[in-house]
C-alpha cells in the first residue's frame, strides 16, 4: 500500500484519497485503487491501494488516461468494467472515473483495477467439466487473413490459437502448450519461416522444447 507523495493536491482529491484506502480495503486483494493527479500527468499517481499492475506512486498516466483526456478534454466520460490485459497475460477489469473541481474542470481520477484471471480459469475448468464432446470429421474452417506479409498471417494465426484457449500462458501446464503446437502444426502455421521461434517466445519456453512438441506430435502420427 503506498499513500499521498509530498506533493500537494487538489482539496477534492484530497477528499477522495481519504475513501480509497477504505475502498481498497472492502473490495479485497484481488483489486486495486489508484488516484490521480492529472496536473501532472508524467507523474499522476498520488496514491495507489492494492497490487495488480505493480505500479507506485510518482507513476505516470496510462496511454488509456491520455487518450481520453485528448479525445474529450474535461468531458471526458467515465469509463466502466472494461477489459484490460496485463503483459504475463492476466486479464483485468478496470474502471477509471473522473474527479473535477467546482468549475467541471478535470483535475484526477480514480482508477479500480480487478484480477479476474483466476476466475476466469475456473470457469473455463467448470465449462469442460461439464461439456457434451460432439465428434465432427469436418475440418475447421477459420477466418482467412488477408495480410501483405507472412509474418502477420503467422501472428495473427498464433494469437487467434492463444485466445481459443483462454488460459494466460503464466497458467498453462505442459499439456496446455503441447496441444497448442498441436493445432499450430495442424494448421500449417510451422511451415512459416521462423514460426518456430515466434511460437516459442509467446509461449515462454526455448526454441528446443518446440521443436521436442513437434518430433512427439509427429511421431504419434505414423
Not at 477509471?96 to 484526477?108: N, Q, S, V
Not at 483495477?113 to 465432427?136: G, M, R, Y
Not at 482467412?144 to 500462458?169: G, S
Amino acid at each position: 500500500m503506498e499513500g499521498n507523495n509530498e506533493r500537494e493536491i487538489h482539496p477534492y482529491l484530497k477528499a477522495v484519497l481519504q475513501s480509497a484506502e477504505s475502498l481498497s480495503l472492502m473490495l479485497g486483494s484481488r483489486y486495486e485503487v489508484i488516484l490521480h493527479d492529472l496536473s501532472h500527468v508524467e507523474s499522476s499517481i498520488v496514491a495507489v491501494y492494492g497490487n495488480v499492475t505493480n505500479r507506485s506512486v510518482g507513476g505516470p498516466a496510462t496511454n488509456y488516461l491520455l487518450q481520453l483526456l485528448k479525445a474529450y478534454g474535461d468531458k471526458a466520460p467515465n469509463s466502466l468494467n472494461y477489459r484490460n490485459v496485463m503483459p504475463d497475460g492476466r486479464i483485468l477489469r478496470s474502471s477509471t472515473i473522473f474527479i473535477r473541481d467546482e468549475e467541471g474542470h478535470i483535475i484526477g481520477s480514480l482508477c479500480i483495477n480487478q484480477d479476474l484471471t483466476d476466475f476466469i480459469v475456473a470457469s473455463k475448468l467448470a465449462e469442460e467439466l461439464t461439456a457434451f464432446q460432439q465428434p465432427s470429421t469436418d475440418e475447421e474452417h477459420a477466418e482467412e487473413i488477408f495480410a501483405h506479409d507472412i509474418n502477420d498471417v503467422m501472428e495473427d494465426m498464433v494469437r487467434t490459437e492463444l485466445e481459443l484457449l483462454n488460459k494466460p500462458v503464466a497458467y498453462m501446464q505442459k499439456e496446455d502448450k503441447l496441444a497448442l503446437v498441436q493445432r499450430m502444426e495442424r494448421k500449417g502455421i510451422f511451415g512459416v519461416k521462423g514460426a518456430v521461434e515466434y511460437v516459442a517466445e509467446r509461449l515462454g519456453v526455448t526454441n528446443y522444447t518446440v521443436y521436442n512438441y513437434l518430433k512427439e506430435i509427429r511421431s504419434a502420427k505414423r
